[in-house]
């Protein structure tokens, strides 16, 4: 976010805000995803602040905490893993798929996982494909 963004976000704030609570978009996703697991019974806060304490202590953390929902990322993820949910690779996979489908997506399209060209560059066959799906 550019400062002008910043101070244009500030304007709309309630009094006592004096700037955005996320940075960046995907760090709000991440805090809605966190409280819908929790909220889903998949682990307690007391299990979530364990694994978030654990991922900030690690060395090379930022003292002024820049890095902070990076380490709530890696929390997040650790979690999963944990609880059997999703592995790392999968996780690792199915984010580089995102990345993969947002840089294979024209601008201002949104962006859909079906758009995701694959780790060779070729697009990934839709699941109705050559299954009687709207082209054959």
Do not use: C
């Not at 940075?23 to 007391?46: G, I, K, R, Y």
């Not at 079906?114 to 709207?134: C, I, K, L």
């Amino acid at each position: 976010m550019s400062r002008r963004e910043a101070k244009s976000a500030t304007a709309t704030l309630p009094a006592g805000v004096e700037a955005p609570v996320f940075a960046e978009p995907w760090q709000a996703e991440a805090f809605a995803m966190t409280v819908a697991l929790h909220d889903n019974s998949l682990f307690s806060w007391s299990e979530w602040a364990d694994a978030l304490s654990a991922e900030v202590k690690q060395p090379g953390a930022a003292s002024d905490g820049h890095d902070y929902y990076e380490h709530w990322l890696a929390a997040l993820e650790n979690l999963l893993s944990a609880k059997g949910v999703a592995g790392k690779g999968e996780i690792d996979a199915l984010a580089a798929a995102w990345e993969r489908a947002a840089h294979a997506t024209p601008h201002g399209k949104p962006i859909l996982l079906e758009n995701d060209p694959g780790p060779t560059g070729q697009v990934v066959a839709s699941p109705t494909e050559g299954r009687g799906g709207p082209t054959g």
